[in-house]
Each structure stands twice: as C-alpha cells, then as structure tokens.
C-alpha cells in the first residue's frame, strides 16, 4: 500500500516561492506519475502538474509559468514549487500518485490512485 | 484547459439510485478511457471510486458504477446510503498529457 505525506511551510508570505515535498513510502517511486494537486477553501480540486519517473513534467497550463515539480528517486521524494504566490494561491495541497497505463510503448496517465492527507497552505504578510 | 463541467448539486433519498454526469470534449472524456471518479468527504483528501471509465478499485461498494456516452461520463451510486453524503469530481486525461477535474458535484442524501 503506497503512503504519501506531505511536508513544508504552512504560511508562505505574497511574493515569495511556496515549496512543499511530498514523502512516498510503502512502493517505489521509479515508476508511474508523481502529482500535485490543490483545493483553494470551499473550491474544487485542480490539477497542477505531474513528472514522471524518468524526469518528464506537464503542468496545468495556468500555472505553468510558476510551478516546477522535481523528484529524488534517492530519498523517494518530490517536490512542489510555485513561485511569486499570492492571495489566491491559498488552498490544500494534495500530493498523489498517478497510475499509469502503457501499451505499444506509449504510456498515458490514468488515474489519482493513492493520495497524501494534504496540507493547508496559506498565503499573507 | 477547461474544467469539466458537472452539476453542482444532485440530491437523492436512501435506497434510490443518482447520477452525476461530467461532460468534456473529445479532447479529453470523448477520446480516452482514462476518466475516474473520486469521493471526498469534508476535511478529507480524494479517495479513487472510479478508473478507467468503468472499474472499481479493490474495496469500493459495488453499488458506485460508471460509464460514458461520446463525451459524457456518468457515475451511478445505487441503493443510497447516508454515508455517500460527499462531494464527487471527475477528473480525465487530455490528448495535451495534461490532466482536467470537473468542478465537483455535491450529492446531499436527504
């Protein structure tokens, strides 16, 4: 059963760089999609990107410009950081696992199958 | 991209059957398997009820079914219990390789 937690600052002040790690434990993590996913209060869940176990991302197109997801296979940990953050950037951060479905050498996301907890981020002076 | 669109409300009474669509393009629900559905209750993180437009994980209630006609996805929860009081989102694969939610839909069982 794969686990996931996320870590990092809870209050991020308008203007800096929101950095959270997500800590994947119970399977590996050199395989699949590595997500991150956020829920501002009272909203919906968005997509914010994922990277691959080889190293490829893809980002919502919204936030692109500001969001780099890394990952350390080494100490089966990835990363979120989104950068010049402000009011609207306050929500849960959710990491997760993305299963994928390969076939003719071709592999596709499929789904969110196992998720972290989530943590609160708030962003303000 | 464009969120999916779901309704932002069903309602239903024990024992009764519900659906909840998610409606997208043939960039996305239309054009790929990869459509899942996923039950948050509040305070809670998402947990995987549908994949794969049709399949249950090991462990999810029989009674939570889905489908998809052209660019529609369904999700069917028969025999409603109180404990299916929640909020449910679809999310779908893009031919872009990015990733869509829809924006949510909360079943109140009344």
């Known amino acids: 059963q794969v686990q996931l937690q996320e870590s990092g600052p809870g209050l991020v002040r308008p203007s800096d760089t929101l950095s959270l790690i997500c800590s994947v434990s119970?399977?590996?993590?050199?395989?699949?999609?590595w997500s991150w996913v956020r829920q501002p209060p009272g909203k919906g869940l968005e997509w914010i990107g994922y990277i691959y176990y080889s190293g490829n991302t893809k980002y919502n197109p919204s936030l692109k410009s500001r969001v780099t997801i890394s990952v350390d296979t080494s100490k089966k940990q990835f990363s979120l950081k989104l950068s010049s953050v402000t009011a609207a950037d306050t929500a849960v951060y959710y990491c997760a696992r993305g299963d994928r479905y390969c076939s003719g050498g071709i592999c596709y996301f499929a789904t969110f199958d196992f998720w972290g907890q989530g943590t609160l981020v708030t962003v303000s002076s | 991209q464009s969120a999916l669109t779901q309704p932002a409300s069903v309602s239903g009474s024990p024992g009764q059957s519900i659906t909840i669509s998610c409606t997208g393009t043939s960039s996305d629900v239309g054009g790929y398997k990869f459509v899942s559905w996923y039950q948050q209750h509040p305070g809670k993180a998402p947990k995987l009820m549908i994949f794969?437009?049709?399949d249950r994980p090991s462990g999810v209630s029989n009674r939570f079914s889905g489908s998809k006609s052209g660019n529609t996805a369904s999700l069917t929860i028969s025999g409603l219990q109180a404990e299916d009081e929640a909020d449910y989102y679809c999310?779908?694969?893009?031919?872009?390789?990015?990733?869509?939610f829809g924006g949510g839909t909360k079943l109140t069982v009344l």
């Open positions: 999310s779908s694969y893009t031919s872009s390789s990015l990733v869509v």
């Open positions: 794969d437009v049709t």
């Open positions: 119970g399977g590996s993590i050199s395989t699949d999609y």
